[in-house]
């Protein structure tokens, strides 16, 4: 059995088994018998490798002699291992030549928090999105046949990420090719948050239903002066429950299920894979694991310890120095609005695709219960789900990432908008989201939600300007989005009183001369902070559609430039959207766009990545003025 640690080391353990592997050919040469002190040294390794660095923390604990087991049986990176839900991928990172590395995970250049191609030979697939892990490689196994190489594509799915359509879809495609691959399916009852519509909670819940139950006592008692027909109803609820179990479930899809297995026992992993190893035609191994596995604390507490901050060593000399107050996060204003505004409106129905605790909705969770929708991992039926409850004079508010909003497009365009559905939708980590990196970044909703009629989008500058902007998109009649941050915001007080703004409708923080800065969402402070050095006019534009069209000409009138800053891609967002304005009402004024440049931008602190791309307030001081020094030269010029 793997062992239990209760406390995580801040000094590096003495591994020395995992010191001699560098590469999953060192482990393929150990006997197996070493196999399980291996796993009790990498699991050691890792609580004092996050625990130094910060990171994803149960998910890797809980796949430690997993990963061993198939590095150990495959051939890799000639055999494929296709992870899924990339937080699982700490102990493959560590045995493929990262160990070290790992000491600097999420932080900038250093090691990805994910799978990626460009880091690793091993990283056969870039994760960051849950449930693409058997769509990628199955494209993987049909790849090797066309090639005629005999290598092997295995995909490692958690059960939350089980919850997807594509997952499924994959999986009935996959049976029809009778390609060679497999499915470990790692089942721990887990996503992020508790899993919701996993296969095990689910049937679960069919056998211990209130109407079965009923149903089945019922019937007993009828049934029970006739023994032989009794005992045909029980053989018929043993075949029912066989029936729709894992087993039969993917057997009738064309997969050979196995399992399920303790996922901790290495020896019966490494048997049961060595036994599928070579068996053609698709095969899905059933494993059962504990998130957070071998860390107490973790195990107590799968969701909290989902991930950690890094541990910073007690100061010898305590000094008692007076807490500040927290700033709330932003995802903390949003929950508080959403639990008043629930108190206030009956008809406000919470919705999320697996992000109770990431988008501050446990509170609403608890207390309006009847009102809460999880959907699982399934942003595509979360969309619809708002729009069909928006038919029924309901007000759904959809509350997701705002990269994860890429994957409902279609729904947003065609069941949402189309319909023109009052749907308000919170999208949550816009902008720049730091050490996550460019998987989770939501640095395009701006230019897929404003093509898009109907659509109404507000990005507020603050915590107040962020609850009363919700509170505004509620009560538009309509579908409407409000983008924010992750994180907290400048430290603004928010008022208990919520106020409808007007649409479109923008503020001016301070008026100056010659410049006109024209700031968008969370980047507001620090447009205000280089405009208050350049004696510029800054406007909090707080909607990006429908623009302050007023505004907008009046500022163009009364400056030389005007520059627009967002927190989102160039192309496409806020800065072009007031080009377009310009143009169409033949405006001529030089613009400046401050925004993200045209390539993705990794992981790393949030401030140091904006400032990397001259958004930082001396940055955006320092370029404004160099287009003003650009512009005097060519006035002065012959």
Not at 34 to 43: S, W
Not at 420 to 428: G, I
Not at 461 to 479: F, K, V, W
Request: with cysteine.
């Amino acid at each position: 059995m793997p062992r239990t640690f209760t406390q995580i080391p801040l000094t590096r353990p003495n591994t020395p088994l995992l010191d001699s592997i560098n590469r999953p050919a060192d482990l393929r040469r150990l006997p197996a018998a070493q196999l399980g002190p291996l796993a009790d040294e990498l699991r050691e390794y890792l609580l004092y490798a996050v625990g130094q660095a910060g990171g994803h923390f149960g998910a890797g604990l809980g796949v430690v002699e997993l990963t061993i087991a198939l590095h150990y049986l495959y051939n890799t990176p000639d055999d494929r291992l296709v992870w899924d839900v990339g937080h699982q991928c700490y102990p493959h990172k560590i045995l493929t030549g990262r160990r070290e590395g790992l000491l600097n995970i999420r932080q900038q250049d250093g090691l990805s928090g994910f799978p990626k191609r460009s880091e690793s030979e091993y990283d056969t697939f870039g994760v960051g999105h849950s449930s693409t892990s058997i769509s990628a490689a199955l494209g993987m196994a049909l790849g090797a046949e066309m090639a005629g190489s005999d290598r092997r594509a295995v995909a490692i799915i958690g059960d939350g990420a089980m919850t997807a359509g594509q997952a499924f879809e994959a999986l009935s495609h996959a049976a029809h090719t009778r390609s060679n691959l497999l499915v470990v399916l790692n089942d721990n009852n887990m996503s992020i948050s508790h899993n919701v519509g996993g296969l095990a909670n689910y049937f679960a819940r069919v056998w211990a239903s209130k109407s079965y139950i009923a149903l089945r006592e019922g019937g007993k008692k009828v049934l029970s002066a006739m023994p032989a027909a009794w005992d045909f109803v029980r053989r018929t609820e043993e075949s029912m429950k066989n029936m729709v179990s894992p087993d039969m479930l993917f057997e009738s899809i064309g997969f050979n299920y196995i399992g399920p297995i303790d996922g901790h026992n290495i020896e019966e992993l490494v048997r049961t894979l060595r036994n599928m190893q070579h068996l053609e035609g698709p095969q899905l191994l059933h494993v059962y694991t504990t998130k957070g596995k071998g860390f107490a604390q973790a195990e107590l507490d799968p969701v909290g310890y989902h991930a950690i901050n890094k541990i910073e060593p007690k100061p010898k000399v305590q000094v008692a120095v007076p807490a500040k107050p927290k700033s709330p996060k932003y995802q903390e204003i949003f929950g508080r609005w959403l639990c008043d505004m629930a108190a206030r409106d009956p008809r406000l129905v919470g919705i999320t695709p697996a992000m109770c605790e990431g988008s501050g909705m446990v509170e609403f969770s608890q207390r309006f219960a009847d009102r809460y929708h999880d959907v699982a991992i399934c942003e595509q039926h979360a969309v619809t789900l708002a729009a069909g409850l928006a038919c029924e004079k309901q007000k759904p508010v959809v509350a997701i990432y705002s990269t994860f909003l890429q994957r409902g497009y279609d729904q947003l365009i065609h069941d949402v908008a189309l319909q023109d559905l009052d749907v308000t939708f919170a999208l949550d980590r816009a902008g720049l989201v730091g050490e996550d990196g460019a998987t989770h970044g939501g640095v395009f909703d701006l230019a897929y939600l404003r093509t898009v009629p109907n659509m109404v989008i507000a990005a507020p500058s603050d915590e107040n300007e962020c609850r009363q902007l919700l509170y505004s998109a509620y009560q538009h009649n309509g579908p409407a989005a409000v983008r924010y941050p992750r994180g907290t915001g400048p430290g603004v007080a928010t008022e208990e009183t919520m106020t409808a703004l007007p649409l479109g409708q923008s503020r001016t923080l301070q008026t100056g001369k010659d410049v006109a800065i024209l700031a968008f969402g969370a980047l507001t402070p620090a447009a205000q902070e280089a405009g208050k050095a350049l004696n510029a006019t800054v406007i909090d534009m707080r909607w990006v559609k429908p623009l302050d069209r007023d505004a907008i000409m009046a500022a163009a009138a009364q400056h030389r430039l005007l520059v627009t800053v967002e927190d989102h891609q160039l192309m496409g967002g806020a800065g072009s959207a007031v080009n377009e304005l310009l143009l169409q009402e033949g405006v001529q004024i030089p613009v400046l766009n401050l925004a993200l440049p045209d390539h993705f931008i990794h992981h790393g602190k949030r401030d140091a990545l904006l400032a990397q791309a001259g958004l930082d307030s001396a940055s955006i001081e320092r370029r404004i003025r160099e287009r003003l020094d650009s512009q005097a030269s060519l006035r002065e010029a012959p």
